[in-house]
């Protein structure tokens, strides 16, 4: 049997093994593969990193030797030794997981110096300073990533060092100040661990690839993965790779680019570069770099290499690329390309304008924009109206578009705690790092003082969505004071201010926002969509607002009317409580014809915004207690009000009082037991809908949809209520109109006998909420922090109430699609829970056959996107539908 393979050199990969090599390793493979200037290394796969965890976090025997034979390769072709005194080599270690996670893993360069090398290297290049600056940066990254040492030790050695001598910037510093900052580092080290750091490069190197692998596991890498949606057993490649080095004096240095805008798309070269500097000083945003045009000023032939470069590599990928590079005494080298993120403004441009230059089809555009980026482009922008008034205090750099305004906060975990009660925050900090993940996930928007258009926060705000103004030079923070200086402006922790991310502006105070605006390459890129799918796209709607939101934003038809809703306004509430107060039917009919005005007038005005599309109105839903006060101060309130006295009321209260409402007398039980309650709303809908076709000339197929069917005869029951209320309005009206009669599919017992109800019911919709709750013993309002502690346990990969259970729920929702349809062939189905607007649930939905999902307004272009998606991909397959 061949022996496993764990570590590749780069010309024996490609951009096909991402799976294996990571996209860093499958990357730098390809580029070598073609000809580019890469400095040559090896990648130790994502399967090495799943072995190191199984053998108690240890690199076994066979795996060192794998990785010492691939050292030796790459000694041969650079001409250099590890750990050589005359000639050193010397490497990078970097991460690279198959799914870009740009800054959550660890990154060491300069691997292989130590006391001898460093004097060997400065002799070699005749430059001491540039060899003790490789020098004191690996010790802080290797103290940093290997030993675990706070990055804040080492960074208050070194900026007291400048301080002391009067520098302001780093390449101030001479070789001999560089000399004294590495004896006090390593006086540290010793301090910090009881050991001196490791002179040996093969121990160092053996060390610093376990450290990637851990960091695969590290808090801001798995935060990462949660809000990503990234697998956690798909582990990290490493990849070992010769330094090539942009601190070798102003003949060198190193940048991040773009082939396109990430920010806004526009068909340009994007980026920026540091001279005399190491890669992670453009990333870090400890200075602020220059604009990449600025390149062709300082390395001429580099930047023209570049742009060739650049070119090519956007036409061999077909995607827009992200770049790292270093100048090495004006020779370029590529250190990395991938396909760059991109805010989802910049995604759709990007993709419309690819397929105009005919590198991609409409099938690669659509599946180029993630459905979750779509809420970006539903991010507010200021209202022009109120920004007439604002006080611009400082200018940035437009780091990542949008509108953010809120309280400022100073520490991520300060924004994490400000947004758990409620607060609106904004993250203010020098330059961002990985570590602050959680308080950027947290916030509405983030500032940074220090930075460019490719920093740690940048990059991650653009991945996000986020609001960022990053390289804000005017910010003068004092972070543990929690104070800002800007200008003569000092505010405080918990003051108001505002970003546009768009302008790069910081505008003081609280401002108002209204929604963006979606039109020109966002409605190319959904009419690519709509063309695409096969499944239906509808609305969860109560209101004339929603109803007119989801027509806006593409909805086909509202597919779930929840009629409960109507009932809890000021004027309505009364009434509905007099109904369930009454002690006889005449009581309560006499309440609900009081009503019925109110419910025929919103029916009218969801079928007006509609036209002739389709609008599925459900029965009254919930239990009667819902709608009546709970606290003894309440029930006299009402007491005082409907002129019942409190002893009725409060008997009466208690009487409907249920232990577990959400399995009681509520849905068709309703109706069953008050059928005056029905016969309200059946009148309410069909009146409505003939006043329409009257007053607008619209066919309209009203859709009654009777809620919480378990049997067929409990469905057959009400049907036969709704249907003679229909037939009596249409006689008084003397106009006969078509509808349909169906159900909600929302317990497990109506699913597994689905082929019973559908001989009553003329469409399903799968109300996934109630059957997730009621097929795992779930309630959703009670059970979120267990389900946390699910997920975090593995017991779960995905919430169920977020994303649904195939293997248990969507199994029902299956068995009841094939039964339904082996009884009525032609049934309409669909769903109308959550799930209507999750992409892995609308994929599930397509699969299985079903006829269309119903969901948020909010939600409704993402649905859009991700039932077009879903159809790419059977095609691409060749799978059929389920059903």
């Not at 890498?221 to 070798?248: H, K, P, S």
Request: some cysteine; aromatic content about 8%; glycine content about 10%.
């Amino acid at each position: 049997m061949e022996k496993k393979k764990f570590v590749y050199s780069f010309n024996e990969g490609s951009k096909d093994m991402k799976e294996l090599l990571g996209g860093k390793g499958a990357g730098l493979a390809e580029m070598t593969k073609i000809g580019l200037p890469v400095p040559f290394g090896f990648t130790v796969t994502t399967q090495a990193c799943s072995r190191y965890y199984q053998d108690d976090q240890k690199l076994a025997d066979d795996l060192a030797g794998e990785i010492f034979e691939k050292l030796a390769e790459l000694e041969e072709v650079t001409g250099k030794g590890f750990g050589s005194k005359e000639n050193p080599l010397l490497v990078s270690v970097r991460s690279g997981a198959k799914i870009s996670m740009p800054g959550m893993m660890d990154t060491i360069l300069n691997l292989g110096l130590n006391d001898d090398t460093a004097e060997g290297l400065a002799r070699l290049t005749e430059n001491p300073r540039f060899a003790y600056d490789s020098y004191r940066r690996f010790i802080q990254m290797f103290g940093e990533v290997v030993m675990e040492i706070e990055k804040a030790k080492f960074d208050a050695i070194f900026d007291t060092k400048k301080e002391k001598e009067g520098c302001r910037f780093d390449v101030e510093l001479t070789a001999g100040h560089l000399k004294t900052i590495i004896d006090d580092y390593k006086a540290l080290v010793k301090k910090e661990t009881g050991s001196c750091f490791p002179q040996n490069p093969g121990d160092q190197l053996m060390e610093a690839i376990k450290a990637v692998f851990r960091s695969w596991n590290n808090k801001r890498a798995i935060l990462y993965r949660q809000l990503n949606g990234i697998a956690e057993d798909m582990g990290t490649a490493v990849n070992v790779q010769a330094m090539v080095f942009g601190n070798m004096g102003e003949t060198s240095g190193t940048g991040v680019a773009f082939t396109r805008n990430p920010a806004n798309g526009q068909t340009a070269l994007f980026g920026e570069f540091l001279v005399n500097a190491q890669g992670e000083d453009v990333v870090a945003g400890v200075r602020t770099p220059q604009p990449i045009g600025e390149m062709e000023k300082a390395f001429p032939e580099a930047y023209k290499e570049f742009l060739r470069i650049s070119k090519l590599l956007e036409n061999h990928y077909l995607d827009m690329q992200d770049i790292e590079f270093t100048i090495e005494k004006n020779r370029l080298f590529l250190l990395q390309t991938r396909n760059g993120k991109r805010t989802a403004a910049a995604t759709v441009k990007i993709a419309v304008d690819m397929v105009k230059e005919g590198l991609i089809d409409k099938d690669t555009a659509v599946m180029r924009l993630e459905p979750a980026m779509i809420d970006q482009l539903l991010h507010p922008r200021f209202d022009d109206g109120d920004l007439g008034g604002a006080e611009r205090i400082a200018k940035g750099l437009p780091a990542s578009p949008g509108a953010a305004t809120g309280r400022i906060y100073f520490t991520a975990s300060d924004v994490v705690a400000a947004a758990e009660n409620g607060i609106a925050a904004i993250l203010v900090r020098l330059e961002t790092s990985p570590e602050d993940l959680a308080g950027m996930a947290a916030a509405q928007g983030i500032l940074t003082a220090r930075g460019g258009m490719t920093s740690h926060a940048a990059v991650v705000a653009r991945g996000m969505g986020k609001c960022c103004v990053s390289g804000c030079g005017e910010l003068h923070i004092d972070e543990e004071g929690h104070r800002l200086n800007i200008g003569n402006t000092v505010l405080k922790e918990g003051d108001y201010l505002s970003l546009d991310g768009t302008a790069g502006e910081v505008l003081l105070g609280q401002l108002k926002t209204v929604p963006a605006e979606l039109s020109g390459d966002f409605e190319t890129i959904m009419g690519w969509a709509d063309e695409l799918r096969s499944l239906g796209v509808r609305a969860n709607a109560d209101n004339p607002r929603d109803a007119q939101q989801a027509l806006d934003f593409g909805a086909e038809g509202i597919g779930l009317c929840r009629t409960e809703h109507m009932f809890f306004e000021e004027e309505r509430i009364p009434a509905v409580r007099r109904m369930i107060l009454a002690d006889t039917e005449k009581e309560r009919r006499e309440a609900l014809s009081f009503l019925l005005s109110y419910q025929k007038d919103d029916f009218k005005r969801l079928y007006q915004i509609m036209g002739e599309r389709p609008v599925t109105i459900r029965l009254l839903d919930p239990p009667l207690h819902e709608f009546l006060p709970h606290t003894e101060d309440e029930i006299r309130q009402l007491s005082e009000q409907i002129y019942v006295p409190y002893e009725k009321l409060a008997k009466k209260v208690e009487e409907l009082h249920e232990f577990n409402p959400m399995m009681g007398h509520r849905g068709c039980r309703l109706a069953v037991t008050y059928p005056e309650i029905a016969e309200m709303q059946a009148e309410a809908i069909i009146a409505a809908a003939i006043e329409v076709r009257r007053e607008e000339n619209l066919n309209l197929v009203p859709e009654i949809m009777i809620p919480l069917a378990g049997m067929k005869n409990e469905l057959a029951d009400v049907k036969a209520t709704v249907e003679r209320t229909a037939q009596s309005v249409m006689a008084r009206e003397g106009e006969q109109i078509p509808y349909l009669i169906g159900t909600m599919i929302e317990l497990p017992r109506a699913a597994l006998t689905a082929d019973e109800i559908a001989e009553e019911a003329e469409f399903f919709s799968f109300g996934t909420n109630d059957l997730t709750q009621l097929t795992f013993g779930f309630s959703r309002d009670d059970t979120g922090k267990m389900i946390k502690e699910y997920k975090e346990k593995g017991i779960f990969k995905e919430d169920p109430f977020q994303s649904i259970d195939e293997d248990g729920v969507g199994w029902l929702v299956e068995t009841g699609t094939k039964k339904g349809r082996a009884v009525r062939p032609g049934i309409h189905l669909g769903i109308c829970g959550e799930h209507g607007g999750d992409p892995k649930s609308i994929e599930f939905c397509d699969r299985i056959g079903l006829n269309y999902v119903s969901c948020s307004p909010f939600r409704v272009p993402a649905a859009r996107l991700a039932a077009a998606q879903a159809r790419i991909k059977r095609l691409l397959d060749g799978s059929e539908k389920g059903c």
